[in-house]
Structure formats: structure tokens, C-alpha cells
């Protein structure tokens, strides 16, 4: 059987990315089979247009498709069409085309241009040769042209130009057997296929030959793998060419090259840069709350007035036919949730390590900013004579003692405190007209010391105690204890994140099949997915465990985790994550790497921010002044940008993130989805209905709310 090809070159149907392409007998829907070469030892029933639409092998690597025979040529949306055959929703590109077999040396005479060989091999040895009945000799001042390199459809179908008899290198000029030099046309992209290479064996004297001969050009490696080795340099000499390959795997090093570009060296893609954000550094006091075993609260600073307070939460998924959630409470790692604002947050350190009398916490409001709702901070309050509160902390090295208590027309004027059993301050009166927090300040010794506080009214005037170091969490002191916070919060102000979902990853395995779904399936976070997960919650470097209701202060606070992503049970890949969301002054940063081995190609979403509907302006990269009035559910592209600002009133949203200079995105990388009822969602994917095989990727997000 010999098969014909359906171009002189590789076919390019750029419109038309990742669809599929199929041959039938003419005016039928019966099947042809394709080839890979004119030989037909390889066939296959359709082939797959890569992202920029060449068709590829399974390996990737581009190829001009043969035919044996008359055919009608197709180009089907998905695999399921052109394997049921359905053409409804395909597109006809040929139609009763004719194609015969290439002979062994050569195929014709094509009288637009010339002579048409098979093989570089066939056309030198051409002295002359009879085509369609047409005597050929290869002379000077002739066009010749060939369907292939080594063999016919390789990759390295060439023009070549008779002139003088000169010196030839044998790899893209040679010598035809009647002395007559064939020179290669120098296209603005060569192939290496046109100098011989393969994608086996050492072919550093291929490519160095190509780029030796096209100084600064662009050279195209074609094959799926590629070798070199050592040459004069550590490698083979680029000359100073640009390589372009298709994912192609290379065993060695690339030396003096202009750029590259679809490379993968020492196991890494190196065009797919990516450009991160930098992550600031700041000083300002952070709190770490535990609400309960699933829930954490972290409090940053703003920098306009107030704070942000951080939900941390795990397990909770969404479960679909789509998604790796089985339930809504799948095992995930602690992962941002919601951000909702707070005017002010207090901390102190109160808890007892001992006490006298009848005791009860009341709720804080006295001094506190205007407000709505919150987990208040509780004072202490005994009416019993002679109650005392004791508590141990440890006192800074320069001995400042600050102890807080609120005044009030009921309150004691007769108090004593004494540091390690001995007084400081005996006798005193703390009773007021009006509410007020008082704080008095002492002078002891510093390191860990023992304050007992006690009610020496004989009556029934309360003692109501705040207790040490109290302040707000921006003036607080890193070398200072807190054991006891609360937050204080106004409903007038909009919380930026309020909606359940996903705020940091999620991704599309092409390979993962469930019941009932189309193929491929969401894992990540919201979706789900995450196994062996170990998390740690470090502050000022130490690794903290805390029990509910149980708090850590310090400037730097971090949660390091780890987990596997796998869609392997469902028929797809698998990826190992670390990540790292660090507090910072009005929100936080997150950085997160993934490698193992999965193909993606609906989406590959490295940022996603739900942010709350109330903010109805973007104001960068464009300006768009109600978001609202966008379709909802439908993603509204902004450009390839790495930094997005939302905007309501005089409250402002913005997100950074890493952004990748080889994108495959329909949509042109970054998009706000509005969603009534849910939220004006921010997005960002490196791949969006491309394609792509994840072995290793990195990505940086910071959201500030100010």
C-alpha cells in the first residue's frame, strides 16, 4: 500500500486548535485510515490539531497526514464526533480530491514550478531521469523541489536551487551526481529535519550544520525528543539562532541561541517563563485565631484604617459529575474563604492562672469605634470582696507593665496589684462617673512574672478587669504576650470575599472520566482531590498549634502545606502541590507549586478571587464602570494583565499575580465572571480550552483590600 500526502508542507488550520481531522471515501462517511508516511506503517484513524492547529502525532509531534486514495477531508470539534462519524457540527476542507501513490524516487512534474522528488537522495541521484515522460536533468539555474528529507513526508520536504559546482556541507546543500550544487532555499523558518535529523541518535552536527548555514535564523526541531552532545562548546553551537521546538524533550545542552521556545531541558519547559509578583515584607503585628477544628480566623492591618480578617477554613468541596468532591466536606488543606472587613481589633493578655471569687465575662464596647456586630472582647467583673485575678506573663526587657480596667460609677475604689507577692500599687481608686478603659502603667523587673489583682472593698463595688498589655492589634508590641482578642465589625462597610468557593486553584485533568460526565474533571480545592495533606501554622518561625478559642500574635505568619492532587482513579494524572499563604498588611499572598504529570485543556486557573458583587468597578486594566450590567456567567476577558483593582466608594480590591508568557487561552488570559446572587469573580489561566501536558508550574497570588 502507498500513501500520498495531503500538502507539500505541514498544514496549518489555525482557526481550528485541538479539533480533529478525518479522511472518508468521496461523498461517503466511510472512514480512511491516514499515515504518518508514504510507507503507511503507521496509521491511524484521525489525527489531532495541536494549539496553533498543525496536526501532530500522539507524541506531538507535527506531521503532514498520507493518503492512499481519493478522500473528502474533515475537521470535527471532538473526538467523539469524528468517532461517531457525525459531521453536523464538522467542517468540510476537501472534497473528491485525488491523490496517487509517490513512487519510489520521485512524483511528477508540477508545472507551476518543477521537478517534485521524493528524496533528497532520489533528486541527487537524478543524471537524468524521466518524469511523466519528461526528461529531467538537474542543471544550473533550475528549481527543484523534494516531499521529504530521509523519506517522503518526514518533515524535511525542501526547495532546492542548481548553481555551480562548489563545496557542499551534505546536510541542507549537496551535490547532485553530475557535479551541479543543489542549495537549500533559506526559508525564514529551517527545519532540522531538512538536514537530516530524526528525533534519534546524536544529531549535534545536524543542527549545528542548520544553524552554521542560517546565522540568527529561526530553526525548527520537530521531533518529539532531540540529542546533542558536546561539542566545542558544552553542547552544540546555535550560532546564534532562535530553536523552536514542539514539547520536544532535549537530551543535552543548547549553546549560544537567540531564544527558545517549546524546549523542555533537564525537565523543565523552558518557555513557559513565568513572571511573579513580589511578595512585600512588613512589620505590622498579624493575629491568629482558631474558631473551631475546621475554622481560623487571621487578622491583618490595613493600610487605611481597620483590618481584614482572613477566614482560613478546610473540607469543604463541592461534589459533581465533573468534580473529584464526593461530598461537601472532602478532606482539603486550609485554604482563604472569605475576607470580611473589621473596624478595629483588641488584644490582651488575660486568662487566669488563678483565681478568687465569683467571676463572669462581659462584653467590651467602651472605647471601641462604631459597630454593628463581632466576637467581642469580654471584661472580667467579680462583685465578691476580696476576689482576686492572678496571671502569669512574661514582662519585656525594658519592664513595661501596662494593666487595663474599665472604670465605671459601680466599680471599686479600693484595688490592690502586686507583682510576685509584692505590691506596686495598693489602695487605689478606679471608680468614674462615666465608662472608660483605663490603662496604668508600671515599671518590674522583666521575665516571667505573677500579677494577682484584687478587690479590697468591703461593699458591693465591682472589680472589672480588662487585663495586661491590652491594645489594638496595630499598636500591639512583638515582645509582648497576648492570650485574648475580639474583633469589632460595621455592617456599613463591604467584606470583600463572602461567597463559598474556590480562592486559590483549580484545574481541569483531560484524561479523568466519571460516570455519566463528558470527559474531564475539576480537582483543586473547592473541587476537591486532595489526599496526603500536612499542614503547619508557623508564627515568628514557630510552629503553633492552637486549640479553639486560642490565639498567637507576630508580624510574620505563614501556613505551610503539602498534598497530592490526583485524578488517577478516574483515569487521569496526578500532581504533587506545596504552598504557602503568608499575612501581609491588608490581605496575604499565596504561593503554590505543582509537579507530577497530567494534560489539561479546558482550564488551568492559577488565580481565582470571588470577589464580593457589591464592588461593581474595575478600574484596572480597564476601566468598567458597573459590572452588573455585563451578562451574568459569562466570562468577560480583560486582557493579558497580571494586576486587576476593583473598586466601590472609597474601598479598593487589588489582586496581583503571576502571569505566563506562553499562554493558550481563547480568551486572552485574564477574565471577570459576574455571577448574580454569588459574586464578581476574577480569573486568570494559563490555559483556557488549550492544551497542555503539567509536569511543573509555580504561581504567586496577593490580594490586598484596602
Avoid at 265 to 281: E, Q, S
Wanted: glycine share 10%; charged share 15%.
Amino acid at each position: 500500500m502507498a500513501f500520498a500526502p495531503i500538502a507539500l508542507t505541514i498544514p496549518q488550520y489555525e482557526n481550528f486548535p485541538n479539533q480533529w481531522l478525518k479522511a472518508f471515501e468521496q461523498g461517503t462517511t466511510t472512514p480512511l485510515v491516514m499515515a504518518t508516511d508514504a510507507t503507511g506503517g503507521t496509521t491511524v484513524a484521525k489525527f489531532q490539531l495541536d494549539s496553533t492547529g498543525f496536526p501532530v502525532t500522539a507524541g506531538n509531534a507535527r506531521l503532514i497526514p498520507f493518503i492512499n486514495g481519493d478522500y473528502d477531508l474533515w475537521l470535527f470539534p471532538t473526538a467523539a464526533e469524528a468517532d461517531a462519524n457525525d459531521t453536523s457540527n464538522a467542517i468540510q476542507f476537501a472534497d473528491n480530491l485525488n491523490a496517487d501513490p509517490l513512487q519510489s524516487n520521485f512524483t511528477s512534474i508540477d508545472k507551476r514550478y518543477g521537478p517534485v522528488f521524493a528524496t533528497v537522495a532520489a533528486m541527487t541521484a537524478a543524471d537524468p531521469v524521466s518524469i511523466d515522460g519528461i526528461v529531467v536533468n538537474i542543471v544550473q539555474g533550475s528549481r527543484y523541489y523534494t516531499l521529504g528529507r530521509l523519506v517522503a513526508g518526514d518533515i524535511g520536504a525542501g526547495e532546492y536551487f542548481g548553481s555551480a559546482p562548489q563545496a557542499t556541507d551534505g546536510f541542507g546543500d549537496h551535490d547532485a551526481a553530475n557535479g551541479v550544487a543543489l542549495l537549500l532555499k533559506k526559508d525564514p523558518i529551517i527545519s532540522t529535519a531538512q538536514y537530516g535529523s530524526d528525533g534519534s541518535g546524536d544529531e549535534t552536527t545536524i543542527i549545528e550544520a542548520a544553524c552554521l548555514a542560517n546565522s540568527g535564523s529561526t530553526i525548527l526541531i520537530p521531533h518529539s525528543t532531540f540529542t546533542v552532545t558536546a561539542g566545542a562548546v558544552a553542547g552544540a553551537d546555535c550560532n546564534g539562532c532562535s530553536i523552536v521546538g514542539s514539547g520536544t524533550v532535549v537530551t543535552g545542552n543548547l549553546q549560544n541561541t537567540r531564544s527558545t521556545f517549546g524546549l523542555v531541558l533537564g525537565g523543565v519547559n523552558i518557555d513557559r517563563r513565568a513572571v511573579h509578583p513580589m511578595i512585600p515584607v512588613d512589620s505590622d503585628q498579624k493575629l491568629l485565631y482558631r474558631d473551631d477544628t475546621n475554622n481560623y480566623s487571621l487578622y491583618v492591618p490595613k493600610q487605611s484604617s481597620g483590618y481584614n480578617i482572613l477566614q482560613l477554613n478546610n473540607n469543604v468541596t463541592t461534589p459533581g459529575a465533573d468534580s473529584l468532591a464526593t461530598t461537601s466536606s472532602d478532606a482539603t488543606g486550609w485554604r482563604v474563604n472569605g475576607v470580611l472587613d473589621a473596624v478595629e481589633v483588641v488584644v490582651v493578655h488575660q486568662v487566669a492562672t488563678s483565681s478568687n471569687g465569683v467571676w463572669g465575662g462581659i462584653d467590651l464596647g467602651t472605647g471601641i469605634p462604631t459597630h454593628t456586630s463581632g466576637r467581642d472582647l469580654q471584661y472580667q467583673r467579680s462583685v465578691t470582696t476580696g476576689a482576686w485575678w492572678e496571671m502569669t506573663l512574661v514582662v519585656p526587657a525594658d519592664g513595661t507593665l501596662d494593666i487595663a480596667f474599665l472604670r465605671s460609677s459601680t466599680v471599686t475604689t479600693d484595688a490592690t496589684i502586686t507583682v510576685d507577692s509584692v505590691a506596686i500599687d495598693s489602695n487605689f481608686d478606679i471608680n468614674s462617673t462615666t465608662a472608660v478603659v483605663e490603662v496604668r502603667r508600671y515599671q518590674v523587673l522583666p521575665g516571667s512574672r505573677v500579677v494577682r489583682i484584687t478587690n479590697n472593698d468591703a461593699g458591693s463595688a465591682s472589680l472589672q478587669i480588662i487585663g495586661c498589655n491590652y491594645s489594638t492589634l496595630k499598636d500591639s508590641r512583638s515582645d509582648m504576650s497576648y492570650d485574648t482578642s475580639g474583633h469589632y465589625r460595621n455592617s456599613a462597610i463591604i467584606d470583600p470575599i463572602v461567597n463559598n468557593s474556590a480562592n486559590d486553584y483549580a484545574i481541569w485533568d483531560a484524561d479523568a472520566t466519571d460516570v455519566g460526565a463528558d470527559d474531564g474533571m475539576w480537582g483543586g480545592s473547592f473541587h476537591g482531590g486532595e489526599t496526603s495533606i500536612t499542614s503547619n501554622f508557623y508564627v515568628e518561625g514557630v510552629d503553633t498549634t492552637l486549640a479553639a478559642t486560642e490565639n498567637a500574635v507576630g508580624c510574620d505568619i505563614r501556613v505551610v502545606q503539602d498534598w497530592t492532587l490526583s485524578w488517577a482513579a478516574k483515569g487521569g494524572g496526578s500532581l504533587s502541590v506545596e504552598s504557602t499563604l503568608t499575612a501581609l498588611l491588608s490581605g496575604y499572598a499565596i504561593q503554590m507549586s505543582q509537579t507530577g504529570d497530567m494534560n489539561t485543556n479546558r482550564a488551568y486557573y492559577t488565580t481565582l478571587i470571588g470577589v464580593n458583587e457589591l464592588f461593581t468597578e474595575l478600574v484596572m486594566p480597564e476601566i468598567i464602570t458597573d459590572i452588573t450590567a455585563l451578562p451574568t456567567g459569562v466570562l468577560h476577558p480583560v486582557g493579558k494583565t497580571s494586576r486587576v483593582e476593583y473598586k466601590q466608594g472609597l474601598q479598593r480590591i487589588s489582586i496581583e499575580h503571576t502571569i505566563y508568557e506562553q499562554e493558550e487561552h481563547t480568551l486572552g488570559g485574564s477574565t471577570v465572571w459576574p455571577v448574580i446572587g454569588s459574586y464578581h469573580k476574577y480569573y486568570y489561566a494559563p490555559v483556557f480550552t488549550g492544551q497542555r501536558n503539567i509536569t511543573r508550574s509555580a504561581a504567586i497570588n496577593i490580594f490586598r483590600a484596602i
